[in-house]
């Protein structure tokens, strides 16, 4: 497993959760790192990525309620939830490409996020 994510849970709508993405030891170079979401009976959702240099990009659906940040230094990447809602229930994946532009190679198993109303 390249990617690990943790943080998910179970919270009321209109609260908070911070999601971590950490990279293992054998991930060497990193580049856009990126967090999806896939809620049951739906396609796969990009919800924010982040550059080597911390640009940043979000999905219409959760812009000024997301940030996603990271920690070069750790190989970890966050998505900080604010202002939850029922529809942002679904498991949510980390997704990490070698370089920024490049495919995303490395992916994590995903952490389940519960919103209820």
């Known amino acids: 497993v390249h990617l690990v994510e943790s943080g998910g849970g179970l919270v009321q709508a209109g609260g908070s959760l911070r999601l971590s993405c950490a990279a293992s030891?054998?991930?060497?170079?990193?580049?856009?790192m990126a967090w999806y979401r896939q809620a049951p009976g739906k396609a796969r959702e990009l919800v924010a990525t982040?550059?080597?240099?911390?640009?940043?990009e979000y999905a219409d659906s959760v812009k000024g309620r997301f940030t996603i940040s990271r920690d070069n230094a750790k190989k970890t990447a966050y998505l900080q939830m604010d202002s939850l809602e029922f529809q942002d229930t679904g498991v949510y994946h980390c997704?990490?490409?070698?370089?920024?532009?490049?495919?995303?190679?490395?992916w994590g198993q995903g952490t389940q996020v519960t919103v209820s109303s």
């Open positions: 997704a990490a490409a070698l370089a920024s532009g490049g495919p995303y190679v490395y």
């Open positions: 030891a054998s991930v060497v170079s990193i580049g856009t």
């Open positions: 982040i550059k080597s240099a911390g640009n940043t």
